[in-house]
């Protein structure tokens, strides 16, 4: 004997996948700037913790080679004060941006790249790069 077959709601309807995908879109539009905001905070906070660490590099290498405060300094001589292996000391002076970290003189300056401020400037104002300076072109 044939059985009939039920006719009964074997899918989704059009209106019911629109709803999803509605959805999905709607969570996709509140996390995707909150993920990027984050990443740009992430590349501040790093690019900071780099211009400490040339500070401390940069005062080492004064302190052991009797260097006075207005005296020359450039990225090779600091270099040999950054631990090897680190982000920092292969980067061969440029930030993640691939802008270079100035570094003016013993005791003196050392500047984030105008280009690098801008791109982090919504994120990251002036008075968070403070003590560091930033070098305009």
């Known amino acids: ?23 999905i879109g709607l969570l996709a539009s509140i996390a995707i700037p909150n993920f990027l905001r984050a990443r740009m905070r992430s590349q501040a906070t790093l690019i900071l913790q780099d211009l400490r660490m040339i500070d401390v590099a940069l005062a080492n290498y004064a302190l052991e080679n009797n ?14 004060y950054i631990k090897e292996g680190t982000k920092l000391a292969d980067s061969g002076g440029f930030d993640v941006f691939g802008n270079p970290y100035y570094v003016s003189a013993v005791g003196g300056d ?9 791109a982090l400037s919504v994120i990251a104002p002036r008075d968070f790069w403070s003590p560091f300076l930033i070098h305009a072109p």
């Open 1 to 23: 004997m044939h059985t009939p077959h039920k006719r009964g709601h074997a899918g989704f309807t059009l209106v019911e996948i629109l709803l999803i995908v509605t959805i």
């Open 67 to 80: 260097k006075k405060e207005n005296d020359a300094a450039n990225w090779t001589d600091v270099q040999r």
């Open 110 to 118: 050392i500047e984030l790249s105008d280009a690098t401020y801008r």
